[in-house]
Nanobody, 121 residues
Framework: QLQASGGGLVQAGGSLKLSCTDS????????VAWFRQAPGKEREFVAA????????RYANSVRGRFTISRDNAKNTVYLQLNSLTPGDTAVYYC????????????????WGQGTQVTVSS
């Protein structure tokens, strides 16, 4: 019920904007996060935004380059990716959940299907 979109192929230094849309109100009263998984690697936390006060958290590797935001009226969460590098290549997943450990995958109850981001050098 979470639909992620916006991925694609971009050159290093470029930008993309990912969207995650909730069709069944999974976002209501839940935090939303983006994770990513590169081939052969574990899924890792990227960014999170809290429902109540829109407080945000970022992985060190993306802080200052990526921005997470949400539009509650549209039931959509966005991830703006700037200054992309080949190291950002991965499948990006959005997730919704109610726990405090925003960086852990098991905090989240609902997951989108993922959208591929490929950054060429």
């Amino acid at each position: 019920q979470l639909q992620a979109s916006g991925g694609g192929l971009v050159q290093a230094g470029g930008s993309l904007k990912l969207s995650c849309t909730d069709s069944k109100r999974a976002f209501t009263n839940r935090g939303v996060a983006w994770f990513r998984q590169a081939p052969g690697k574990e899924r890792e936390f990227v960014a999170a935004i809290r429902w109540s006060d829109r407080n945000t958290r970022y992985a060190n590797s993306v802080r200052g380059r990526f921005t997470i935001s949400r539009d509650n009226a549209k039931n959509t969460v966005y991830l703006q990716l700037n200054s992309l590098t080949p190291g950002d290549t991965a499948v990006y997943y959005c997730a919704a959940g109610g726990g405090e450990s925003y960086w852990r995958t098991n905090t989240y109850d609902y997951w989108g299907q993922g959208t591929q981001v490929t950054v060429s050098s």
